[in-house]
């Protein structure tokens, strides 16, 4: 069974504290993707990456990097968490042009 | 930038009746409408899509509407089950790009 794992499901982290959330595919897929997931507000994408290497800003990368290594993992990077960035992180992965996304179960994050 | 609008935000629907969620796009550019579910502790999974080029969808109960000229497309769910509770996005993406745009979605409860 093909899957996107999310190694954390649930971390309370403080603020100011630097948190890094693992993604890793086991489907060969070229396309990585990080949202942000708020009631209300729906997905929003963070960053996206087409390549190892390589990263295109989303609708709301203020106060998020990225990583990609390696093709199969893809990491978010908070590099000093604030409260607003209380939320539930999906990351997702897709071959070029096949317009689906597969997605992990998500992380939630709370900053204290 | 909001370019796809869901609506309602949450829905409650009595068991065996219609669930319907709406949604209303701006950018013509977009040829593919997906329609993803999500269950509690679980990432959002394709429910179901539509190209613009037909004007209706089924599959099994889901069904997608499509209204090119009004730019909106929505989601009907017959004999809705419990089962069915889920949060429900829409979503929309151009020819040849690699990222979705997600309405703000929808929360469904069926009562028994």
């Known amino acids: 069974d093909v899957k996107v794992t999310q190694s954390s499901r649930y971390l309370v982290k403080r603020t100011g504290e630097k948190v890094f959330l693992e993604c890793v595919q086991d489907?060969?897929?070229?396309?990585m993707f990080w949202y942000r997931q708020d009631p209300g507000l729906g997905l929003r994408l963070i960053y996206f990456s087409y390549d190892v290497k390589m990263k295109e800003k989303g609708d709301i990368p203020e106060g998020y990097s990225v990583s990609r290594e390696k093709k199969e993992r893809f990491s978010l990077i908070l590099e000093s968490a604030s409260t607003n960035q209380t939320s539930m992180y999906l990351c997702?992965?897709?071959?070029?042009?096949?317009?689906?996304?597969?997605f992990g179960a998500g992380s939630r994050l709370t900053v204290l | 930038q909001q370019q796809v609008k869901q609506s309602p935000q949450s829905l409650i629907v009595q068991k065996g009746g219609i669930s319907i969620i709406n949604c209303a796009y701006e950018n013509t550019a977009f040829d593919y409408f997906p329609w993803y579910q999500q269950f509690p502790g679980k990432g959002p999974a394709l429910l179901i899509a539509i190209r613009p080029d037909v004007s209706e969808k089924k599959e099994g109960r889901f069904t997608i509407s499509f209204n090119k000229s009004a730019k909106q497309f929505s989601l009907h769910i017959m004999d809705s089950q419990p089962g069915d509770s889920a949060t429900y996005f829409c979503?929309?993406?151009?020819?040849?790009?690699?990222?979705?745009?997600f309405g703000q979605g929808t929360r469904l409860t069926i009562n028994p």
């Open positions: 997702a992965s897709s071959v070029p042009g096949a317009n689906v996304l597969t």
């Open positions: 979503a929309a993406i151009k020819k040849g790009a690699q990222k979705l745009v």
């Open positions: 489907m060969d897929h070229e396309n």
